[in-house]
């Protein structure tokens, strides 16, 4: 079974430019959840999907959006690029069954955003 | 909130030694979720393990051991007879909301470098 897969592993932008990341999921698995990781803060939440739907949400600015398909892919999107957003973008998937919590979470390589 | 603390910044051994990797977490609920996360160099977060608030069992796998102990809020990771192959960055999380897959609460992280 293919895993997580993010594109692009890399990218390079410049302040102000607006940046989409795209993950796919685990075949099957319909909960997408996207983590932040930089040397300063380390890995942190930013938002989960679920039926296209979002249903939680870290303590990021708006700037920083998202959404899933309903294939269960899912984007994020962020605009106005500052430097401090250069980080490594993490993709997780995992089944959900109602009713069920913190089910085991599948990660992507990452996609790794250089803002200059 | 919930909070994850990894103390140990860095650890170094030698081949064929024991380590044991620290966690503390803190968190009001009463139904929440552990999990160990392995980062290699390629920055890919591979899945070790998840207990649930009810299972103090400690488990085992080959070389691999977790304690569990609610008496001190702890969950921490051994590695038996360290291989250059356990180098990488371990994660210890927390996911403590009902009814959420995601919103995993991470540490800072123990890099391990096991040498010849």
């Known amino acids: 079974k293919a895993g997580v897969t993010q594109t692009p592993r890399y990218l390079i932008k410049t302040r102000g430019q607006q940046v989409t990341l795209s993950c796919s999921p685990i075949?099957?698995?319909?909960?997408v959840s996207w983590y932040q990781q930089t040397p300063g803060q380390g890995l942190q939440f930013l938002f989960e999907?679920?039926?296209?739907?979002?249903?939680n949400k870290g303590n990021f600015p708006g700037r920083f959006s998202g959404r899933q398909f309903s294939n269960s892919r899912s984007e994020m999107n962020v605009s106005t690029l500052e430097l401090g957003d250069s980080a490594l973008y993490l993709c997780?998937?995992?089944?959900?069954?109602?009713?069920?919590?913190?089910?085991?979470?599948?990660f992507g390589p990452g996609t790794r955003l250089t803002v200059l | 909130a919930q909070k994850v603390t990894q103390a140990q910044t860095e650890i170094s051994v030698v081949e064929k030694e024991d380590v044991t990797l620290d966690c503390v977490y803190e968190?009001?609920?009463?139904?929440?979720?552990l999990f160990w996360y392995k980062q290699p160099p390629s920055g890919e977060l591979v899945f070790l393990i998840r207990r649930n608030s009810f299972d103090e069992q400690n488990e085992i796998s080959g070389r691999y051991s977790w304690n569990f102990q609610k008496s001190t809020s702890s969950f921490n990771f051994t590695i038996t007879a360290s291989q250059v192959v356990d180098s990488a960055v371990y994660f210890c999380a927390l996911s403590a909301e009902a009814g959420t897959a995601s919103k995993l609460t991470f540490g800072t992280g123990t890099r391990l470098q096991v040498t010849l």
């Open positions: 968190t009001r609920d009463t139904t929440y979720y």
């Open positions: 999907y679920f039926s296209e739907t979002q249903r």
């Open positions: 997780a998937s995992s089944l959900f069954t109602s009713g069920r919590a913190s089910n085991e979470q599948f």
């Open positions: 075949s099957g698995h319909r909960s």
